[in-house]
């Protein structure tokens, strides 16, 4: 079955950088786009960042340039680097995927920037 598990969140300062990590099994992982979104207290989950099979990327407005989403097929794994970590980044992080028409998440991480 598809398993997504996410790693790499934590505490850190603003200005600061943290590395997300989401290894995932249980489908052809090469073949599929991955999804980085993020859901803070009280607000929807949102889009934060998508790379699809052949390497393109997408990224939400409010992460451009400060975060950089990669994939390692080799590992079975997506990756997200944050720089310049603001407050509002604050948020539990989920890695994503659409197998056969379903939606899977993983468990979730929590990233707080906070001084």
């Known amino acids: 079955q598809v398993q997504l598990v996410e790693s790499g969140g934590g505490l850190v300062q603003p200005g600061g950088s943290l590395r997300l990590s989401c290894a995932a099994s249980?489908?052809?992982?090469?073949?599929?786009?991955m999804d980085w979104y993020r859901q803070a207290p009280g607000k929807e989950r949102e889009l934060v960042a998508s790379?699809?099979?052949?390497?393109?990327?997408y990224y939400a407005d409010s992460v451009k340039v400060r975060f950089t989403i990669s994939r390692d097929n080799a590992k079975n794994t997506v990756y997200l680097q944050m720089n310049s970590l603001k407050p509002e980044d604050t948020a539990v992080y989920y890695c994503?995927?659409?197998?056969?028409?379903?939606?899977?998440w993983g468990q979730g991480t929590q990233v707080t920037v906070s001084s």
């Open positions: 249980g489908f052809t992982f090469s073949s599929y786009v």
């Open positions: 994503g995927t659409v197998v056969l028409g379903r939606q899977y």
């Open positions: 790379i699809f099979s052949g390497g393109t990327t």
